[in-house]
T-cell receptor, first 114, second 109 residues
Framework: NAGVTQTPKFQVLKTGQSMTLQCAQD?????MSWYRQDPGMGLRLIHY???????DQGEVPNGYNVSRSTTEDFPLRLLSAAPSQTSVYFCASSLRVGPTYEQYFGPGTRLTVT | DAKTTQPPSMDCAEGRAANLPCNHSTISGNEYVYWYRQIHSQGPQYIIHGLKNNETNEMASLIITEDRKSSTLILPHATLRDTAVYYCIVSPLSNDMRFGAGTRLTVKP
């Protein structure tokens, strides 16, 4: 299993540009999430999905869109990039163990908006 | 609102046990305690979780107080590779986990 993969690893955008961060998992997990991590800070939840066709907002959803058309893929779209969105973005998928979840994280995408 | 409180940093000697505390005085009855760690700039790694009983796996032990208001993650024999930021998270049955600032553990030779 490749686990959780994210592309690209690095990206530089100009203010106002849009782009999609890709996330894929091959573990057949129902739950997937997107987090951002600013320098020296903990992770903050952007959006999450409990299954194909179902998404919900997390702690900091503004400026981002998601969709979940398949179990494997959970792309994150930046609609109009702003310098405040400079961050490291982590995607995670979750294994359900009884009533609880263990999250598996991808390697991250480092985004700089100038 | 912060649901957990952790010390910002701790040191531990290599080969000794690392005991990382976490306060979660407002934990609800259906909330689990999860621990993750993040080594350097990698994605976080799941360590362990529990509800009210103590738990142990190949990585660590989790001790939860009887009133569930605090817990301790124990790495029994810390190595240099255990240097990381450790996150204590309380979460209900949903997948909405909120990471705080964590504890930066430095294992020293």
């Amino acid at each position: 299993n490749a686990g959780v993969t994210q592309t690209p690893k690095f990206q530089v955008l100009k203010t106002g540009q849009s782009m999609t961060l890709q996330c894929a998992q091959d573990m057949n997990h129902e739950y997937m999430s997107w987090y951002r991590q600013d320098p020296g800070m903990g992770l903050r939840l952007i959006h999450y999905s409990v299954g194909a066709g179902i998404t919900d907002q997390g702690e900091v959803p503004n400026g981002y869109n998601v969709s979940r058309s398949t179990t494997e893929d959970f792309p994150l779209r930046l609609l109009s990039a702003a310098p405040s969105q400079t961050s490291v973005y982590f995607c995670a998928s979750s294994l359900r163990v009884g009533p609880t979840y263990e999250q598996y994280f991808g390697p991250g995408t480092r985004l700089t908006v100038t | 609102d912060a649901k957990t409180t952790q010390p910002p940093s701790m040191d531990c000697a290599e080969g000794r046990a690392a005991n990382l505390p976490c306060n979660h005085s407002t934990i609800s009855g259906n909330e689990y305690v999860y621990w993750y760690r993040q080594i350097h700039s990698q994605g976080p790694q799941y360590i362990i979780h529990g509800l009210k009983n103590n738990e142990t796996n190949e990585m660590a032990s989790l001790i939860i107080t009887e009133d569930r208001k605090s817990s301790t993650l124990i790495l029994p024999h810390a190595t240099l590779r255990d240097t990381a930021v450790y996150y204590c998270i309380v979460s209900p049955l949903s997948n909405d986990m909120r990471f705080g600032a964590g504890t930066r553990l430095t294992v020293k030779p």
